[in-house]
């Protein structure tokens, strides 16, 4: 039973740690990306690279950026823009 156990964990972890994030948007361009957003921060994941973004102060909508301003996640209800370097994904929207 021990056995059985570890091997459905390491199941559940390998499954976990392979999967989008919970939030996926489709953008122009047919280009995707995934975000795990929480009241202060937020997690990208952008042509295989993630990347961890703090809030910041926003008069609408919700916005998450860089110190550095070059990478940024801005949404507003099931919309979002993404700044990714040199990139940029406009017109996004929520997926799942």
Not at 7 to 21: H, N, P
Not at 39 to 57: G, M, Q, T
Not at 61 to 72: H, N, R, Y
Request: proline share 2%.
């Amino acid at each position: 039973m021990k056995k059985l156990f570890s091997i459905l964990l390491v199941s559940l972890f390998v499954t976990a740690c392979s999967s989008s994030l919970p939030h996926q948007y489709a953008c122009e361009g047919e280009q995707t990306f995934d975000a795990m957003v929480t009241s202060d921060s937020a997690v990208v994941r952008f042509n295989d690279e993630e990347l961890f973004l703090p809030r910041i102060r926003s008069a609408s909508g919700a916005q998450w950026e860089s110190e550095d301003k070059l990478f940024g996640l801005y949404t507003k209800a099931d919309e979002a823009m993404l700044v990714w370097g040199d990139s940029t994904l406009r017109e996004c929207v929520l997926v799942k």
